[in-house]
Nanobody, 126 residues
Framework: QVQLVESGGGLVQPGGSLRLSCAASAFTLDDYTIGWFRQAPGKEREVVSCISSSDGSTYYADSVKGRFTISRDNSKNTVYLQMNSLKSEDTAIYYC???????????????????WGQGTQVTVSS
C-alpha cells in the first residue's frame, strides 16, 4: 500500500538542529511533487517546504528560508528536511505529503485525499 512515514522529530533547544525523513513505500517518490507541512497548536496547517516533480525546484516558506533545506535521495526513496537554527515558533507536528495535482510547488497545502504521512512532533524549547 502507498505509505509515507516521517521520522526524526523530537525535542531540541532553540538554535539546535533536526533532520526529518520521509520514506515512501509502494511508489516512486521522485515522480511526485512532495513537501513538508506543519501544524502548530491552534493554527492552520501550512507549507514549510516543497520539491517539485517537474524539475526538482524547491519552495520554502519565508519563515524558514535560510534555515531549512529540503532534499531527496532517490536511491532510498526518501525526502529529508534539514532544520537548522530552530526557533520556538517552529514547534509543530510536521507532515510530509504528495501533491499529485501539481508538477510545481506552491504555498497551497495538498488535499486530505493526497498521500500523507502520520506526522512527527518537533518541539523547540529551552
Amino acid at each position: 500500500q502507498v505509505q509515507l512515514v516521517e521520522s526524526g522529530g523530537g525535542l531540541v533547544q532553540p538554535g539546535g538542529s533536526l533532520r526529518l525523513s520521509c520514506a515512501a513505500s509502494a511508489f516512486t517518490l521522485d515522480d511526485y511533487t512532495i513537501g513538508w507541512f506543519r501544524q502548530a497548536p491552534g493554527k492552520e496547517r501550512e507549507v514549510v517546504s516543497c520539491i517539485s516533480s517537474s524539475d526538482g525546484s524547491t519552495y520554502y516558506a519565508d519563515s524558514v528560508k535560510g534555515r531549512f533545506t529540503i532534499s531527496r535521495d532517490n536511491s532510498k526513496n526518501t525526502v529529508y528536511l534539514q532544520m537548522n537554527s530552530l526557533k520556538s515558533e517552529d514547534t509543530a507536528i510536521y507532515y510530509c505529503a504528495t501533491d499529485r495535482e501539481n508538477d510545481y510547488c506552491s504555498d497551497r497545502v495538498p488535499t486530505p485525499n493526497d498521500y500523507w504521512g502520520q506526522g512527527t512532533q518537533v518541539t523547540v524549547s529551552s
